[in-house]
């Protein structure tokens, strides 16, 4: 089971075995972290589960389909190429020791 | 075609029956026993039903595809009555394209900046509603609320707005077969299709709206002012009726089960997930087709090309595999993954815009409202696609 590490913004870092499969954004709400909010609940419609993923490592993931790359457009913090909705990411077998940074702000 | 497919179950429930409409849920409970799809032989279309293979083709939209309507019949084989709609009846890379330019329109940014009002409107009305005291909930709230602060955000012009309301039951009503719903509801068909696309227009739109944004999309080259004005009538079909019947349902629910009200009341912040849990327990939109595009697998079964294929949201919502005692409203739970606004490509991409009009009335009638309960019997729509009522006769204190 891959180990994720997730890091807040004050530099603490929560780190968590997820299964493969699990969806990221779901995985922040089971363990109530709130720097994600996820007003939509998934439809990449609200901009309010923006995370970072570790630059080293945005190609874990097929990229943003249109959908979630417009709505990158309008997150709270600054987009970065590495910004992702991560409603949109799903964990898989390469994602041991994944790095997911929250922004400051979601609204 | 009136030969079942090899292996696929098949059953002779009509769900635009009379009986189907009004008392679904015990159809829905036979249709999911009988596996991931079914044949629904009289009408000559297949059905899903269980919550997992609903999402499984909403999230295959190249294989399940919208192009060919979202309603029963299959463009393809008979003409739509209507302009296709340039988000909802469409595929990919046209429907990305059209899309963007709506999600655009409808930014997170955009809806923030509607919210005071969306609760100001929501204020107004409640304190006319409880100096009223007794009023048809659908008329004077349900579709009163949305027709104004909808309306003032897409910036249409105030007079005769009702209309759009009748041009809602037009679209959704037309989704069905062609029986005495959709004949009934097409009945003002050459009165109110002109009026539509003429508020549509461009300078027919006020310049602070949301409607006027789409024609950006000519100036940069992406639209035809005709397929502009297409797109606005997208906001005016889909952001009305449905939202007025979520409210409509949410108000039946809250009289149904009153210690969900109590809740309410005692956290106005539920009402976030009161509707979400509105959506789940009386999908407004109960139904959607989509049609395949190849000879496409779901489960154990192949469902052959060209075929139309109903999707019960309404049942997804209250599959028993997704959902604990689905039967029960319940404002406390946890919803994420409710398909009331479908999913995937296509699910409602105004869905936050929904969400911020919903969950500003809810809060203003927990914060002033003590009691609703019914002074008359509730009289349930009949409707081929929507579920919510035709009139709910209430008493506010």
């Given at each position: 089971?891959?180990?994720?590490?997730?890091?807040?913004?004050?530099?603490?870092?929560?780190?968590?075995?997820?299964?493969?499969?699990?969806?990221?954004?779901?995985?922040?709400?089971?363990?109530?972290?709130?720097?994600?909010?996820?007003?939509?609940?998934?439809?990449?419609?609200?901009?309010?589960?923006?995370?970072?993923?570790?630059?080293?490592?945005?190609?874990?993931?097929?990229?943003?389909?249109?959908?979630?790359?417009?709505?990158?457009e309008f997150v709270a913090s600054e987009r970065r190429p590495n910004s992702r909705l991560s409603c949109q990411l799903t964990i898989n077998e390469q994602c041991n020791n994944l790095k997911v940074y929250f922004p400051l702000q979601q609204i | 075609m009136t030969i079942s497919p090899p292996n696929i179950p098949t059953s002779t429930i009509d769900p635009f029956s009379e009986e189907y409409i009004l008392r679904?849920?015990?159809?829905?409970?036979?249709?999911?026993?009988?596996?991931?799809?079914?044949?629904?032989?009289?009408?000559?279309?297949?059905?899903?039903?269980?919550?997992?293979?609903?999402?499984?083709?909403?999230?295959?939209?190249?294989?399940?595809?919208?192009?060919?309507?979202?309603?029963?019949?299959?463009?393809?084989?008979?003409?739509?009555?209507?302009?296709?709609?340039?988000?909802?009846?469409?595929?990919?890379?046209?429907?990305?394209?059209?899309?963007?330019?709506?999600?655009?329109?409808?930014?997170?940014?955009?809806?923030?900046?509607?919210?005071?009002?969306?609760?100001?409107?929501?204020?107004?009305?409640?304190?006319?509603?409880?100096?009223?005291?007794?009023?048809?909930?659908?008329?004077?709230?349900?579709?009163?609320?949305?027709?104004?602060?909808?309306?003032?955000?897409?910036?249409?012009?105030?007079?005769?707005?009702?209309?759009?309301?009748?041009?809602?039951?037009?679209?959704?009503?037309?989704?069905?077969?062609?029986?005495?719903?959709?004949?009934?509801?097409?009945?003002?068909?050459?009165?109110?299709?002109?009026?539509?696309?003429?508020?549509?227009?461009?300078?027919?739109?006020?310049?602070?709206?949301?409607?006027?944004?789409?024609?950006?999309?000519?100036?940069?080259?992406?639209?035809?002012?005709?397929?502009?004005?297409?797109?606005?009538?997208?906001?005016?079909?889909?952001?009305?009726?449905?939202?007025?019947?979520?409210?409509?349902?949410?108000?039946?629910?809250?009289?149904?089960?009153?210690?969900?009200?109590?809740?309410?009341?005692?956290?106005?912040?539920?009402?976030?997930?009161?509707?979400?849990?509105?959506?789940?327990?009386?999908?407004?939109?109960?139904?959607?087709?989509?049609?395949?595009?190849?000879?496409?697998?779901?489960?154990?079964?192949?469902?052959?090309?060209?075929?139309?294929?109903?999707?019960?949201?309404?049942?997804?919502?209250?599959?028993?595999?997704?959902?604990?005692?689905?039967?029960?409203?319940?404002?406390?739970?946890?919803?994420?993954?409710?398909?009331?606004?479908?999913?995937?490509?296509?699910?409602?991409?105004?869905?936050?815009?929904?969400?911020?009009?919903?969950?500003?009335?809810?809060?203003?009638?927990?914060?002033?409202?003590?009691?609703?309960?019914?002074?008359?019997?509730?009289?349930?729509?009949?409707?081929?696609?929507?579920?919510?009522?035709?009139?709910?006769?209430?008493?506010?204190?």
């Amino acid at each position: 089971m891959p180990t994720v590490h997730f890091i807040h913004p004050n530099g603490q870092t929560t780190s968590l075995d997820v299964d493969v499969g699990k969806n990221v954004m779901g995985t922040c709400r089971d363990h109530g972290f709130s720097e994600v909010l996820a007003e939509c609940g998934g439809s990449a419609l609200c901009a309010t589960c923006h995370v970072y993923i570790d630059e080293a490592q945005v190609d874990l993931f097929s990229l943003p389909n249109e959908v979630e790359n417009q709505m990158l457009e309008f997150v709270a913090s600054e987009r970065r190429p590495n910004s992702r909705l991560s409603c949109q990411l799903t964990i898989n077998e390469q994602c041991n020791n994944l790095k997911v940074y929250f922004p400051l702000q979601q609204i | 075609m009136t030969i079942s497919p090899p292996n696929i179950p098949t059953s002779t429930i009509d769900p635009f029956s009379e009986e189907y409409i009004l008392r679904p849920y015990a159809f829905h409970k036979e249709l999911r026993q009988l596996g991931p799809v079914s044949y629904l032989s009289d009408l000559g279309v297949f059905v899903v039903t269980q919550y997992e293979y609903v999402k499984e083709v909403l999230n295959q939209p190249l294989v399940f595809c919208s192009g060919a309507g979202v309603g029963i019949s299959n463009f393809k084989k008979n003409p739509p009555w209507r302009v296709p709609s340039l988000v909802l009846e469409t595929d990919p890379p046209d429907h990305t394209r059209n899309r963007a330019i709506i999600s655009k329109a409808l930014s997170p940014i955009a809806l923030r900046a509607l919210k005071a009002q969306f609760e100001a409107e929501a204020n107004l009305l409640i304190d006319r509603l409880l100096e009223k005291r007794n009023f048809d909930a659908v008329k004077d709230l349900a579709e009163a609320f949305p027709l104004k602060v909808f309306g003032d955000a897409i910036g249409i012009t105030p007079n005769e707005r009702e209309k759009a309301i009748v041009y809602g039951n037009m679209v959704f009503n037309g989704m069905g077969p062609k029986n005495e719903l959709f004949m009934q509801a097409m009945s003002r068909a050459d009165e109110i299709n002109p009026w539509i696309l003429n508020v549509c227009q461009r300078e027919n739109l006020s310049q602070s709206g949301l409607g006027i944004q789409i024609y950006e999309a000519v100036g940069s080259g992406i639209l035809t002012e005709m397929e502009a004005t297409t797109l606005v009538r997208s906001f005016l079909s889909a952001g009305i009726d449905t939202t007025a019947h979520a409210i409509s349902n949410a108000i039946y629910s809250f009289v149904s089960f009153p210690d969900q009200w109590i809740k309410l009341k005692a956290n106005p912040q539920l009402s976030k997930s009161a509707f979400e849990e509105t959506l789940r327990f009386e999908s407004p939109f109960q139904t959607f087709f989509r049609t395949t595009t190849t000879n496409a697998k779901l489960g154990n079964y192949v469902i052959p090309e060209n075929e139309k294929v109903m999707l019960s949201l309404g049942s997804a919502n209250r599959d028993p595999l997704q959902w604990e005692s689905p039967e029960l409203f319940d404002i406390s739970r946890i919803t994420t993954g409710q398909l009331g606004f479908g999913t995937g490509i296509h699910g409602c991409v105004g869905q936050m815009l929904a969400r911020a009009e919903v969950e500003a009335l809810l809060q203003v009638m927990a914060k002033k409202v003590t009691t609703i309960r019914f002074n008359g019997e509730p009289k349930r729509l009949l409707h081929n696609t929507l579920r919510g009522f035709e009139s709910l006769p209430i008493e506010l204190i």
